[in-house]
């Protein structure tokens, strides 16, 4: 028995790196100023560092004609993205609108969308390919006339799969619809391209990337009106009052300065690994199902369904040795919705394993842990 298990959960969270830890540690206790009080120069200092860090973003990731707003994280990011839009939509057009989104998003995009139907707006939920993909014809048949927003995940944080999102959005640009997507899992996994300044609203976590938890932003375009949830303070353009953590925002700037130069490199290290698990997982057992597109994939990520066991004894046994999950990090211990949406069965959902690769996983984690699995399967069957 390992004394400490092995590491395969970076999906749910990564450990702050040194760079950004020691980036931030000036302004745990010597710079500690409120951003938000310029009326001294200890605030003018913070508030010239918030927009210093603000900057460093907009350069890293070449962005342009874009509002970066920080929140606490991509769940308020997302929340602040649809329901503040579609409110916004409400209270100019006097309309419920139509949105479609796809059933195996996050539950920080379901939820809040859920949230929006109890208020009167019209939902679509399509239901991916099995291979966890959309079908770009399936998504244009669900276009309505009163469609004004679509929100779809550019990766998926279970199984990996990276959606046509080019595609889906010449279709919304084409028709006027604002399109939103959770980038929550990618930044510094793969090459965004054009993308971020394709889309018009984008969601980005801190804690994804080795850096901080409790820091996230929405990137809107300029042009694009939201109504606030949050009041009080007038901060963020006025979209999201409180004030702002100036150490997490240092870090979360780092973070992504540290994820994009580094993004080819250690994209091609994790597909490596990537690829040695699941080859040493299916060479040594069977009714082994693969979850999702392979190819079209992040690097980090492999999600399968373990045939003919209790799912929940799989789970127990390599809880001890191996830590990795059934299914996101905040379903609470459900079955994934997600896998229920590719035809798996409620069985089959439950005997998945979500195993996500991180810059610290070494070749002899992986081989250790391509035993492990394999011993246990063979226990319980």
């Given amino acids: 028995m390992l004394s400490t298990p092995i590491l395969l959960d970076y999906q749910s969270s990564t450990p702050c790196s040194k760079d950004v830890v020691d980036s931030m540690k000036p302004f745990w206790s010597d710079i500690f100023s409120n951003p938000s009080s310029k009326s001294?120069?200890?605030?003018?200092?913070?508030?010239?560092?918030?927009?210093?860090?603000?900057?460093?973003?907009?350069?890293?990731?070449?962005l342009k004609n874009k509002k970066i707003i920080f929140t606490s994280g991509a769940t308020e990011s997302n929340n602040l993205a649809l329901i503040g839009f579609a409110r916004n939509y409400y209270k100019k057009t006097g309309n419920y609108g139509h949105i479609i989104t796809l059933k195996t998003e996050h539950k920080a995009v379901l939820e809040p969308l859920n949230q929006l139907k109890k208020e009167g707006f019209v939902v679509t939920e399509i239901t991916p390919e099995t291979d966890g993909l959309i079908s770009e014809g399936h998504f244009e048949k669900n276009i309505r006339?009163?469609?004004?927003?679509?929100?779809?995940?550019?990766?998926?944080n279970e199984i990996g799969v990276i959606q046509p999102i080019e595609n889906i959005s010449r279709m919304c640009k084409s028709r006027?619809?604002?399109?939103?997507?959770?980038?929550?899992?990618?930044?510094?996994?793969?090459?965004?391209?054009?993308?971020?300044?394709?889309l018009n609203m984008i969601t980005m976590s801190s804690h994804k990337i080795y850096g901080p938890k409790g820091i996230g932003l929405l990137l809107i375009d300029e042009e694009i009106n939201l109504e606030p949830l949050i009041f009080g303070g007038d901060q963020e353009y006025g979209l999201r009052s409180g004030t702002l953590p100036l150490p997490l925002i240092v870090g979360f700037a780092k973070a992504?300065?540290?994820?994009?130069f580094n993004q080819k490199k250690n994209a091609e290290k994790l597909l490596s690994y990537r690829n040695t698990l699941l080859e040493g997982l299916l060479e040594n057992n069977s009714g082994l199902l693969i979850n999702g597109s392979i190819e079209k994939r992040l690097p980090h990520n492999l999600n399968l369904t373990v045939l003919d066991l209790n799912g929940?004894?799989?789970?127990?046994?390599?809880?001890?040795?191996?830590?990795?999950s059934s299914g996101s990090a905040c379903s609470n211990g459900e079955p994934s919705h997600v896998l229920l949406s590719l035809g798996r069965s409620f069985k089959e959902a439950e005997s998945?394993?979500?195993?996500?690769?991180?810059?610290?996983?070494?070749?002899?984690?992986?081989?250790?842990?391509?035993?492990?699995?394999t011993n246990t399967i063979n226990s319980l069957r």
């Avoid at 929940?312 to 990795?324: G, R, V, Y």
């Fill in 176 to 198: 006027g619809i604002i399109f939103h997507s959770d980038f929550a899992q990618c930044l510094g996994y793969m090459e965004l391209g054009n993308l971020l300044s394709d």
């Fill in 312 to 324: 929940a004894k799989l789970h127990k046994l390599l809880k001890s040795k191996i830590i990795c």
């Fill in 352 to 373: 998945s394993i979500r195993l996500s690769i991180g810059l610290s996983t070494n070749l002899k984690d992986i081989k250790q842990s391509i035993n492990i699995i």
């Fill in 145 to 156: 006339g009163d469609t004004f927003m679509v929100s779809v995940m550019l990766a998926n």
């Fill in 256 to 260: 992504i300065e540290i994820a994009v």
């Fill in 40 to 62: 001294n120069l200890a605030g003018i200092n913070a508030s010239a560092i918030l927009e210093a860090s603000r900057e460093s973003i907009k350069q890293n990731l070449f």
